[in-house]
């Protein structure tokens, strides 16, 4: 069995952080359904857009703003670690935790609720996702994850193997502040890998009345002088102005590159 699988079953408490899961790995969501039923465990999901497949396992959601994950690595180490070095000590003694929550949408509360979630559970892990591996601030964020795997009693479980040998490998605790959050306002589309569904784009209400369109519309996404086509689809169980982008792994596009969000001019074709 694949050793994350293997630790997923054998935990009780789990957080995801960075990750759509079914769209990232459907073996890692069906292992978490299978623990929660066996074992009764604890599941914190924590991304920017809430996923219907999972409303009825998650015991919490933690909605965080898009382009924020290096404040929230920040703040779930400020959480749950235990006896950390002095160099992990004084970069959290430095942190501003109010203007991270209140930049990131994440309120502190609400990380102390996820802490006190934990209290009475013995095998605890934090799944991080692709999300993370796609960032512009991942050399830091990975510093932050190697000192919650070190100082916590969070395993930590990277989707992405490179991102799990770095997490694993890094000795380096010169964490550098938490760079200052772009906003990502308008229309936002988040990269999915979805084979069936490649040639549409599914949003919320929302999101159509931004982007000025409508159901089953054909549209361009625009995005610094590359476009593609896909037809518009609403689907009533996503909110916010994020929509979901399905695409092809080996399609060589804008979507593919760099971080899984992108702020994008959606014209009718």
């Not at 857009?49 to 690595?73: H, P, T, W």
């Not at 979805?194 to 919320?204: A, I, R």
């Given at each position: 069995m694949n050793t994350k699988i293997e630790k997923i079953l054998n935990s009780d408490y789990i957080i995801s952080f960075g990750s759509f899961l079914a769209q990232d790995n459907e073996q890692v969501k069906e292992a978490i359904i299978e623990t929660i039923a066996q074992k009764?465990?604890?599941f914190i999901y924590m991304?920017?857009?809430?996923?219907v497949d999972l409303k009825v396992y998650y015991s919490q959601l933690i909605k965080y703003e898009v382009g924020s994950e290096e404040g929230i690595a920040s703040m779930l180490l400020d959480t749950f670690v235990n006896d950390a070095s002095?160099?992990?000590k004084d970069y959290l003694n430095d942190l501003d935790m109010g203007y991270i929550s209140a930049e990131s949408s994440a309120g502190e509360e609400e990380f102390e609720e996820a802490c006190e979630k934990a209290e009475d559970k013995t095998s605890k892990v934090l799944l991080v996702g692709r999300d993370i591996t796609t960032h512009e601030r991942v050399r830091n964020i990975v510093k932050i994850l190697s000192a919650i795997n070190k100082y916590s009693d969070l395993d930590v479980i990277c989707l992405d193997e490179k991102?799990?040998?770095?997490?694993?490998?890094?000795?380096?605790?010169?964490?550098?502040e938490v760079e200052e959050l772009d906003s990502y306002n308008g229309?936002?589309?988040?990269s999915i890998f979805d084979e069936q569904d490649c040639q549409k784009l599914v949003g919320s209400q929302s999101f159509a009345r931004i982007a000025k369109v409508q159901d089953k519309d054909e549209v361009?996404?625009?995005y610094n002088g590359q476009k593609v086509k896909k037809q518009f689809i609403i689907n009533d169980d996503l909110y916010g102005t994020v929509a979901l982008?399905?695409?092809?792994?080996s399609n060589i596009s804008f979507l593919t590159e760099n971080?899984?969000?992108?702020?994008?001019?959606?014209?009718?074709a």
């Amino acid at each position: 069995m694949n050793t994350k699988i293997e630790k997923i079953l054998n935990s009780d408490y789990i957080i995801s952080f960075g990750s759509f899961l079914a769209q990232d790995n459907e073996q890692v969501k069906e292992a978490i359904i299978e623990t929660i039923a066996q074992k009764n465990a604890e599941f914190i999901y924590m991304h920017p857009i809430d996923n219907v497949d999972l409303k009825v396992y998650y015991s919490q959601l933690i909605k965080y703003e898009v382009g924020s994950e290096e404040g929230i690595a920040s703040m779930l180490l400020d959480t749950f670690v235990n006896d950390a070095s002095e160099k992990i000590k004084d970069y959290l003694n430095d942190l501003d935790m109010g203007y991270i929550s209140a930049e990131s949408s994440a309120g502190e509360e609400e990380f102390e609720e996820a802490c006190e979630k934990a209290e009475d559970k013995t095998s605890k892990v934090l799944l991080v996702g692709r999300d993370i591996t796609t960032h512009e601030r991942v050399r830091n964020i990975v510093k932050i994850l190697s000192a919650i795997n070190k100082y916590s009693d969070l395993d930590v479980i990277c989707l992405d193997e490179k991102t799990q040998e770095q997490v694993e490998s890094c000795n380096d605790e010169d964490i550098e502040e938490v760079e200052e959050l772009d906003s990502y306002n308008g229309t936002v589309v988040y990269s999915i890998f979805d084979e069936q569904d490649c040639q549409k784009l599914v949003g919320s209400q929302s999101f159509a009345r931004i982007a000025k369109v409508q159901d089953k519309d054909e549209v361009y996404l625009n995005y610094n002088g590359q476009k593609v086509k896909k037809q518009f689809i609403i689907n009533d169980d996503l909110y916010g102005t994020v929509a979901l982008c399905p695409i092809l792994d080996s399609n060589i596009s804008f979507l593919t590159e760099n971080y899984r969000y992108k702020q994008v001019k959606v014209e009718k074709a």
